[in-house]
């Protein structure tokens, strides 16, 4: 047993873990931050949010100079695909991300341990946890734990994943060649996200969902709008469509499909399943804790992330909410400054998400099939980028920005882009609705001109219907 008494035992290095490390070392406590990856930063920065934007990025840049540079009087042979480069430019990318995650780590005088953490017991308000290397099993002794493993992949009980054929995020972000045809199952975010990868790269790609329309969570016109432009671009969807069973032999899967053309047969060559994430709870020794579980295998927590152990707390993709970086990164910051009696809570109603397809489709609020179902009257405005100048000069028109208010004080209650760089115009929908904003004060306020962000004045003169360039 370590001799050393920590404020702060933290288990998964992710976004929500490495930010709480921090934040709690920030407030002056002494924290161990448990990882058994070799690098720190979670999925998402080994395997998730930043490979997968990498990709996105280089695919981006070979689809534009191979269609669009001619419109742009760019005369270039036609590009030719270096793929094992484009593959170890996002290693190098990730690495950059892992190792400065590790630095923060270092400045901020946390103790990092390498390892698989488990809780080991409690006795006088200390908590033991043990830590399981190569080297053995080490035990360390802290005040609190915070409880921050994450999520893994779904898996289909008829497609096991097997790492080359049938596969998940993980390795359809390191494919070395491109597939011929891809089969997504699952238009959510990694779905759409993939297989825009690997459509832009040249492969053929086609992807199964059950439900109506893709990104089931985003607003309806947004998720038909995103549907229309990846359609343009050459995937193809099968929606209201189930997977039957499907038989994998010699590198080639062959799936049968029943959807609203009846049953079909898909041969391909590559499958990603995403039809979602769960907690990683296994092994963590949270029955023996006393640490209960919702019907979806989440750990249950209080307003303080304590669950019902105490002295235990959990955050990120291991509770209830959307399974997003950045949730669990806010997560993180509250906990910690809860646990020093700050006021602090996460704005859960202001949680922006965001689909990096191209274009990007991003979305905080309600949605209107939301305001719709609960009855809340509202006013609705709407701005196509078509209008817009600067998509203009970009020759990057698809979309729209719609904006969903209260018809009783003007405040606004949604906001949904599909559109280029739509990630980056939501952080000032996000702001404005944090601030309580109303429609009028977006439309008071100043854009600058030549910007995607007029779009965003544009559709909130729309709910007044005073839109000037519609
Ligand atoms: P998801 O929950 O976003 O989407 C899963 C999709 O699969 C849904 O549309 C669902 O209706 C469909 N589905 C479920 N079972 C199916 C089946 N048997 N056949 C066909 N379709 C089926 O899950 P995804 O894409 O796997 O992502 C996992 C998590 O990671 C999500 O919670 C997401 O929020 C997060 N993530 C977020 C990203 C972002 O913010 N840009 C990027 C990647 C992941």
Request: some cysteine; proline content about 3%.
């Amino acid at each position: 047993m370590s001799a050393e008494t920590f404020d702060l035992i933290v288990i998964g290095a992710g976004p929500g873990g490495y930010v709480a490390a921090i934040r709690a070392s920030q407030l002056g406590m002494k924290v161990a931050l448990i990882e058994e990856r070799a690098t720190l930063g979670g999925v998402c920065t080994n395997e998730g949010c930043i490979p997968s934007k990498a990709l996105l990025d280089s695919s981006e840049h070979f689809a534009l100079a191979r269609d669009k540079f001619a419109l742009h009087g760019i005369v270039i042979e036609p590009p030719q695909l270096d793929l094992a480069r484009m593959i170890s430019r996002k290693d190098e990318v990730v690495k950059k991300n892992t190792d400065g995650i590790a630095f923060l780590c270092k400045k901020n005088g946390i103790t990092t341990i390498s390892g698989r953490g488990r809780l080991a017991g409690q006795s006088n308000d200390l908590q033991t946890v043990g830590v399981t290397s190569d080297s053995g099993e080490q035990l360390l002794t802290g005040r609190r734990v915070l409880l921050a493993t994450g999520s893994r992949a779904v898996e289909l009980p008829f497609l096991p994943f097997d790492g080359e054929t049938v596969v998940s995020a993980r390795e359809a972000l390191a494919f070395r060649t491109v597939p011929e045809h891809l089969v997504v199952i699952g238009a959510g975010f990694i779905g759409l996200e993939l297989g825009s990868v690997w459509r832009r790269l040249g492969a053929e790609v086609t992807v199964i969902e059950t439900l109506a329309k893709p990104l089931p969570t985003m607003d309806g016109q947004a998720a038909d709008g995103l549907l229309r432009s990846l359609k343009k671009q050459g995937l193809k969807f099968l929606l209201e469509t189930a997977v039957q069973s499907a038989v994998v032999a010699n590198g080639r899967v062959t799936l049968t499909v029943s959807g609203l053309s009846g049953e079909a047969q898909i041969v391909c060559d590559r499958v990603l399943v995403a039809v979602g994430r769960k907690p990683l709870t296994d092994g963590l020794g949270l029955a023996e804790a006393g640490i209960a579980l919702d019907e979806r295998g989440r750990v249950i927590v209080d307003e303080d992330y304590q669950t019902g152990a105490k002295g235990i707390y959990a955050i990120g993709d291991l509770i209830a909410g959307p399974m997003l970086a950045h949730k669990a990164s806010e997560e993180g910051v509250v906990f910690a400054e809860r646990l020093q009696g700050e006021l602090s809570r996460v704005e859960y109603e202001y949680l922006p998400g965001v689909c990096y397809t191209w274009p990007e489709a991003a979305s905080v609020g309600k949605t209107e099939e939301e305001l719709k179902n609960a009855g809340i009257d509202y006013n609705s405005g709407k701005f196509s980028f078509l209008a817009n100048g600067r998509a203009r000069c970009m020759d990057e028109t698809d979309g729209f920005v719609k904006i969903l208010a209260n018809k009783d004080n003007g405040r606004i209650l949604g906001i949904h882009i599909v559109g280029p760089r739509a990630s980056d115009l939501i952080a000032e929908a996000v702001t404005a609705m944090t601030f309580g904003a109303t429609a009028e004060d977006l439309a008071m306020t100043f854009h600058a001109h030549p910007t995607l962000a007029e779009a965003i004045k544009e559709a909130a003169l729309d709910v007044m219907k005073r839109a000037v360039h519609a």
